[in-house]
């Protein structure tokens, strides 16, 4: 479930500033400051949703324990938060992150960012449109190299890889629930999704 906060003022006016409220909110709710004078609070993720990151995260790990590469990346669960580059105080928290696991300090985190995935929650529209359509825009104006959108929905996987010499994606690849997903370099494995379950509304 989404919500459009109200109107809380800006800073500059001595009313609350929404990155603050936002950050408030994050102890109890998955927040994200998605648009100037917006929030989206969303509702616990549902069981095909946890399902789901709970796959692709066991097949990361898998493919590094059983020498399918030799990164043993990191996972971050909705627990990252990603600042939007325009420097606007807007950020995501995204589905899943994965990065290298040598970062130093949180710069290096967010650099060494190879993956990011998102499912999309039907229940909540809003937060549908910015899986479709505005972070695919956002995640690869910061150079981010992959993108998963799975739409539980459609029951369909996309996976968006940076067009060379653009900050812009492509679509790499695509396909249904039961197929599996290459992950190009910097990745070289595959991730299965036949145990993926569908989405059901009630």
Do not use: C
């Not at 060379?164 to 595959?190: C, H, M, N, T, V």
């Amino acid at each position: 479930m989404s919500e459009h906060a109200p109107s809380l003022g800006n800073h500059d006016d001595g009313a609350l500033d929404l990155r603050s409220y936002a950050e408030q909110l994050l102890e109890t709710h998955k927040v994200e400051y998605v648009d100037e004078g917006v929030l989206l609070v969303m509702a616990p993720a549902g069981f095909e949703h946890r399902s789901i990151i709970e796959s692709v995260v066991d097949a990361i790990k898998g493919a590094f324990y059983t020498s399918q590469t030799t990164t043993n990346w990191a996972t971050h669960s909705e627990n990252f938060q990603w600042d939007l580059p325009d420097q606007s105080g807007r950020f995501y928290i995204p589905d899943l992150v994965v990065t290298r696991r040598d970062a130093h300090t949180a710069q290096e985190e967010r650099e060494g960012i190879a993956l990011v995935v998102e499912v999309t929650s039907p229940k909540s529209p809003d937060t549908v449109l910015n899986d479709r359509e505005t972070k695919p825009k956002q995640y690869a104006r910061a150079g981010i190299p992959l993108y998963l959108l799975i739409d539980q929905e459609l029951g369909t996987w996309t996976l968006h890889a940076l067009a060379d010499g653009w900050i812009r994606y492509q679509i790499a690849a695509d396909g249904r629930y039961g197929e599996k997903i290459f992950l190009p370099e910097p990745f070289g494995f595959s991730i299965p999704t036949g145990d993926w379950p569908e989405y059901r509304s009630f």
